[in-house]
C-alpha cells in the first residue's frame, strides 16, 4: 500500500512539471486554456528603509547688475583703445595713439559707491607713460596694445612706415609702480594686438601686416612668438609663424566661408599687383590658452589656431548667417525698419575673440564686427586727373583721395542673377543702400551674383572646437537697443544723428571679454557705433540667456564728440577685474572707449 501511494504522487509530479514546462508526457501541446480570473489584491508590504540624501541642489541664478563707479578721462579722441589691469598695485593702464603714450591710473583707492553723475564727471587721475619713438635705431609709429603678466608688460608698437617691422617693449618694475623699459623685440608688420599666455611664459603678437595706401606693397600676415625666461625676461627674437603654407589653397579655404577681397590684377602706380593668400590674411585678434592659440582673421572670415608647441598653424573658415529668418534693419530712414530677407547674408568677420570651457572643451566666443576693405592714397597735386592717370584707380575723393581699392557696394549696384534671390531682394527695394562685399555672391564668376554678403552679423557667436556654431545672438542686439532707443538706435560713435548705422553693419559688436562671476560664466559684448555693453550668461554654451544691457552714453540729438553729454563712446576693449584683485572686494569690468578717450569701470554685483 505504501508504494503504490508513493507511485500515484510521483506521477501527479511529473503530470505538473510536464504543464509548467508546456509539454504533454507523449503528444503534442495542447491548446491553451481561457486565462482565469484575477485574484484579489493582496495585503500592502511593509515600507522600506528612507533612502539616503541626496546631494545639496545648485542655487539658481538670479544674474548680475552694473553700475558704474569710477571713471577717468585720457583728454583725447583716439585714446583708452586697450586697457589692462596689474592686480598687484590695482593699477590700470590704458594705450594712447593720439599722444603715444600709456595712460596709468591708480585705482587703490576706489569704492563701491555708485557715481551720481557717470556721464560728464570722473573720478580718477591720470598719469602718463611716455613711450619711445624709436628702437634699434629705427623710427617707431603708434602704439597698438598692451599686456600684462605679473610685473611685465607688452607694448606692441608700429614702425613709422606701417609696412615695415614693428617692435614690441617689454617693461618691468609694475610691482613697484614704476614701469622702466626693458628690452625691443623687432616682429613683422603692424603688430596689432598682443597678449600673454595663461601661465605667462610665452608673449603672442598678432601681425596685420596691412598693405600700404596704394596697395602696391603688401607685407605677409602672421602672428609673433615671443618667449619669456625663467629670469622673468624676454627673449632677444621672436619666433614669427606666417601663412605661406596655404598659398596653394585658396580654393579650399574660400570653399568653407573664407574671404579674399584684394586687387589682384590691377596696376597702381606702376605696379601689377599681385596677392597670395599670405599676404591677404591679416590676424586681428588673439585668445589662447597655454598651448593653444586661437586668432581671429577679420577681413578673411576665419580662425587660424596655432599649436605653441610645435608652432604648427590651421584654418577655419566661419561661413555666413543667413538673415532670411532674422529681424534686421538696412535701412537709414529715421525709424526702427525691420525687415527679413531671403538672399541676404551676413558675413560674420569677427574682431575680438575670447575662450572659456564647458564640460572640458574649449568653446570660442567672437564678436561680429564685420570690416571692409577701402585703401586711399595721395597724388601731388592732388586733383582728379592726377588721380586717375596713377593706373586702375577706382574714383578720386576730394576729401580721402584716390581710392585704389574697394570690395564695398551697394545692394542696388549689384548685378541679380535672373530668378535669383539677390533679384528678389532689389526687387524689394529695402535694402538698396545697405554696404555688402562684391567679393562674395557671384559663385560662377559670370558677373551676375545671386545673393548679398553684408559685414559682419551684429550679434556675437559661440563656436565648438570643431568650428560649428553652438549659439548666435540673432538680432537681438538691434531688437534690444531698438527698444531702449527707438530711432536713436543705430547710432554712430562720434555723434548723435539717430538711426544713421543702419546701412552699413548696424551697431558693430567689437569688444568681448568672458569672465566668471560667482559660478557663472558671462560675457560682454561691447558695442562699437551704438555704444555700452551687452551681458549674456554663457555658463551652459547650449543654454544661453541675455542678462542685461548698460550704456554710459548721452543720446541728445545734435551732440558731438567732445560735447558735454556725451559719456562713453566706442568701447574697443573689456576687461573683468576678478573680487579677490579688486579694490572694491567686488568684481569689477573696466572698459576702455576709444572716440570718448575714457577708462570707465562698473562694478558687478550678484543678484
Not at 510536464?18 to 481561457?34: F, R, S, V
Not at 625663467?230 to 570653399?255: M, P, R, Y
Not at 589682384?264 to 586681428?284: F, H, K, M, R, W
Not at 543702419?502 to 558695442?527: H, M, Q
Amino acid at each position: 500500500m505504501v508504494a503504490q501511494k508513493t507511485f500515484k504522487y510521483g506521477l501527479l509530479a511529473l503530470f505538473v512539471a510536464a504543464t509548467l514546462t508546456g509539454c504533454g508526457l507523449d503528444g503534442e501541446n495542447g491548446p491553451q486554456g481561457e486565462q482565469g480570473a484575477q485574484g484579489p489584491q493582496g495585503d500592502p508590504g511593509t515600507d522600506g528603509q528612507p533612502g539616503a540624501d541626496g546631494q545639496d541642489g545648485t542655487d539658481a541664478s538670479n544674474g548680475i547688475s552694473l553700475a558704474v563707479v569710477g571713471r577717468a578721462g585720457l583728454g583725447v579722441s583716439g585714446a583708452a583703445e586697450i586697457v589692462q589691469y596689474h592686480a598687484a598695485t590695482q593699477t590700470i593702464y590704458a594705450t594712447n595713439g593720439e599722444t603715444n603714450s600709456i595712460g596709468v591710473i591708480d585705482a587703490s583707492n576706489l569704492t563701491a559707491v555708485e557715481m551720481a553723475d557717470p556721464i560728464n564727471t570722473a573720478n580718477l587721475a591720470v598719469a602718463s607713460l611716455a613711450l619711445p619713438t624709436e628702437a634699434d635705431g629705427n623710427a617707431l609709429g603708434g602704439v597698438t596694445s598692451i599686456a600684462i603678466s605679473g610685473d611685465l608688460m607688452a607694448v606692441a608698437m608700429t614702425a613709422d612706415n606701417k609696412t615695415d617691422n614693428g617692435y614690441v617693449l617689454f617693461y618691468n618694475g609694475l610691482d613697484n609702480a614704476a614701469p622702466a623699459f626693458l628690452d625691443a623685440v623687432e616682429v613683422g608688420a603692424l603688430p596689432d594686438m598682443v597678449t600673454f599666455t595663461p601661465n605667462g611664459a610665452k608673449v603672442l603678437v598678432a601681425l596685420e601686416g596691412e598693405p600700404s595706401d596704394d596697395y602696391t606693397v603688401d607685407p605677409v600676415g602672421g602672428v609673433a612668438v615671443i618667449d619669456i625666461l625663467a629670469s622673468g625676461e624676454n627673449a632677444e627674437t621672436a619666433d614669427i609663424v606666417g601663412f605661406d603654407s596655404f598659398n596653394a589653397q585658396k580654393t579650399d579655404l574660400e570653399a568653407m566661408g573664407m574671404h579674399f577681397p584684394n586687387p589682384e590684377g590691377q596696376t597702381i602706380n606702376g605696379v601689377a599687383i599681385t596677392t597670395s593668400v599670405a599676404q591677404d590674411l591679416e590676424p586681428e585678434y588673439i585668445t589662447t590658452t597655454d598651448t593653444t592659440a586661437y586668432i581671429t582673421l577679420q577681413e578673411n572670415n576665419g580662425v587660424a589656431v596655432l599649436d605653441l608647441e610645435t608652432l604648427s598653424v590651421d584654418i577655419v573658415g566661419l561661413g555666413f548667417k543667413n538673415w532670411s529668418g532674422l529681424n534686421i534693419d538696412v535701412q537709414e530712414n529715421g525709424a526702427v525698419s525691420f525687415g527679413q530677407y531671403e538672399g541676404l547674408y551676413g558675413v560674420y568677420m569677427p574682431d575680438t575673440i575670447s575662450h572659456y570651457e564647458w564640460k572640458g572643451a574649449t568653446f570660442l566666443v567672437t564678436a561680429n564686427e564685420g570690416d571692409a576693405r577701402e585703401y586711399f592714397f595721395d597724388v601731388t597735386p592732388f586733383d582728379e586727373a592726377t588721380c586717375l592717370a596713377a593706373g586702375d584707380v577706382v574714383e578720386f575723393d576730394e576729401d580721402d583721395g584716390c581710392l585704389a581699392y574697394t570690395d564695398e557696394v551697394k545692394v542696388k549696384d549689384l548685378t541679380a542673377e535672373p530668378g535669383s534671390p539677390l533679384e528678389a531682394l532689389q526687387m524689394n527695394g529695402e535694402a538698396d543702400d545697405l554696404r555688402v562685399t562684391q567679393a562674395l555672391g557671384d559663385a560662377d564668376n559670370d558677373g551676375e551674383y545671386d545673393n548679398a554678403y553684408a559685414y559682419g552679423a551684429r550679434s556675437f557667436t559661440i563656436w565648438d572646437q570643431n568650428g560649428l556654431v553652438v549659439f548666435d545672438s540673432g538680432d537681438d542686439f538691434e531688437r534690444i537697443t531698438a527698444s531702449v532707443y527707438g530711432a536713436q538706435f543705430n547710432n554712430t560713435d562720434d555723434e548723435n544723428a539717430s538711426d544713421d548705422r543702419s546701412e552699413n553693419k548696424g551697431p558693430e559688436p567689437e569688444a568681448l571679454t568672458v569672465g566668471t562671476i560667482g559660478d557663472r560664466t558671462y560675457a560682454f559684448i561691447g558695442l562699437e557705433r551704438m555704444g555700452g555693453v551687452m551681458v549674456y550668461d554663457v555658463t551652459n554654451p547650449y543654454d544661453v540667456n541675455f542678462v542685461d544691457y548698460v550704456n554710459n552714453r548721452g543720446l541728445t540729438e545734435g551732440l558731438v564728440v567732445g560735447d558735454a553729454g556725451m559719456g562713453d563712446l566706442a568701447p574697443e576693449s573689456l576687461v573683468i577685474v576678478n573680487a579677490e584683485d579688486s579694490p572694491t572686494d567686488t568684481p569689477l569690468l573696466l572698459v576702455g572707449s576709444e572716440v570718448s578717450g575714457t577708462v570707465t569701470i562698473w562694478s558687478i554685483t550678484e543678484r
